[in-house]
């Protein structure tokens, strides 16, 4: 199914939303190593480096104990999972509130949901399938 034949229907965000809420479950998980409940500086510092797209190594770009610092809302040293799942990053600078080209997404991420899209062109899928893949890709993508 292309992106193009859902365009009619309308999403079910609320499925969207709790499918975005599991996978970033599934990531606090898969990064607290030692399985405290809470993230340390270098588990978080371990998962930021071993991100799917690479470490961030954007000029002017936060350090990973910068993020840190500002998930840590309580600064006790650790990321909760509340405090890591209601972290909500800045928007980058560039004032217009506007996306960059392509979203804001690497190209290599952009090229992944377009395969994906296409990929995903047998009958058998649903509208949500889809939604769902394209969610997991571009969450693999931050």
């Given amino acids: 199914m292309s992106i193009g034949a859902i365009s009619g229907n309308v999403p079910d965000f ?44 954007v000029a002017g770009a936060p350090s990973a104990e910068e ?3 500002e998930i840590d809302t309580d600064g006790n040293g650790e990321v909760s999972s509340e405090e890591f799942s209601s972290f909500k990053p800045p928007r980058p600078p560039g004032g217009s509130g506007a996306p960059p080209a392509g979203g804001g997404l690497a190209s290599d991420t952009l090229a992944s949901l377009l395969a994906l899209q296409e990929e995903s062109s047998s009958e058998s899928d649903t509208s949500n399938d889809l939604i769902s893949q394209l969610l997991e890709a571009i969450s693999q993508g931050e």
Wanted: no cysteine; aromatic share 8%.
């Fill in 67 to 69: 993020i840190f610092a």
């Fill in 14 to 57: 609320s499925s969207m939303r709790a499918n975005f809420e599991k996978m970033q479950a599934q990531r606090f998980e898969g990064a607290d190593a030692d399985k405290s409940g809470t993230l340390s500086l270098d588990e978080f510092k371990q998962a930021h480096a071993n991100r799917p797209q690479g470490p961030a190594n």
